[in-house]
């Protein structure tokens, strides 16, 4: 089943200056307004700055993210662990990677509590995958960590700015049907990597969308106006028979209209992606 979702904190004025974040003031206020924007889901934030306020560390907060996920019909289906920009799986001390680790396997339980289907894990910017002996050590991490996901039953996502091919060689170590890609439109165009190149190495593999635009070096903007190849991406899903989610991760709009930008957001997908998949 197709569902359309948005990044934690959209709905809502960034907070704290931050672009994207755990919103420790105003997260339990998304549900309804991702149900005003015609949402099915959110996908949750789980990261250093919003660490100590985030319902999924208690199983007190657990219970009203459930709570208000049925009041409203919008589900959680995800998390994006953010907390691993802050804290990155690559270049560190072994102690603090077996502290990252733990830390990991802590938010594994936690989805399989709430029952999410997802983690994606990044590794782009701080947290990119530059050379042969990052590349290995993130084999051993996910070897490590793939046999916990199996038993909770959540699926690890990678969403990573290495080349298509190289993507590719990474997923290749690993059929695990646990693991698979996180499609990024926005760091794709940024990076210049063509669709085509990409369906083409790992498509089969792909389990999740985030959907933004952005210019070919540069920055987030609005959809439709960036050096994203829209078409050519919908045709790759096409070619792999895609149907999981989109979640918005688009630029921001005007602070305050959040759910009408969101709402003209969500249109671009369906029309694009879907209605005419």
């Known amino acids: 089943m197709t569902r359309i979702g948005i990044m934690e904190g959209r709905l809502f004025p960034p907070e704290a200056g931050r672009f994207q974040c755990f ?29 100590d306020a985030n319902p999924m560390a208690t199983e007190d907060g ?16 995800s998390v994006c662990a953010d907390f691993f920009m802050d804290k990155p799986l690559v270049r560190t001390s072994s102690s603090e990677m077996a502290n990252r680790l733990a830390t990991f396997e802590w938010l594994l339980g936690r989805c399989q509590m709430l029952g999410m289907n997802r983690i994606v894990v990044p590794f782009v ?11 290995d ?46 499609y990024d439109s926005g760091n794709s165009s940024s990076l210049g990597y063509k669709p085509e190149e990409e369906f083409s190495a790992y ?49 921001r709009g005007v602070p305050g209209d959040e759910v009408n930008w969101t709402r003209q957001n969500r249109e671009f997908v369906l029309k694009n992606f879907i209605e005419n998949g």
């Open 203 to 251: 498509g089969t593999r792909i389990g999740s969308i985030h959907i933004k635009d952005r210019v070919l070096g540069g920055s987030t903007v609005p959809l439709g106006s960036g050096d994203a190849d829209f078409q050519a991406l919908a045709e790759g899903l096409k070619s792999v028979v895609y149907a999981g989610d989109f979640i918005l991760q688009v630029a």
């Open 62 to 77: 657990i219970e009203q993210m459930k709570s208000l996920s049925k009041q409203y019909n919008v589900q959680i289906l």
């Open 125 to 135: 910017d701080a947290s990119r995958i530059d050379t042969d002996e990052e590349f």
């Open 137 to 182: 050590s993130v084999c051993a991490t996910l070897a490590h960590l793939l046999p916990i996901a199996e038993k909770t039953g959540v699926e690890l996502h990678l969403e990573t700015s290495l080349s298509p091919k190289r993507f590719a060689k990474l997923l290749a170590q690993f059929p695990d049907p646990m693991l698979k890609a996180n």
């Open 23 to 51: 919103p420790r003031e105003h997260w339990a206020d998304e549900f309804e307004l991702a149900a005003q924007a015609g949402l099915d889901c959110i996908e949750w934030i789980y990261d250093l700055y919003g660490a």
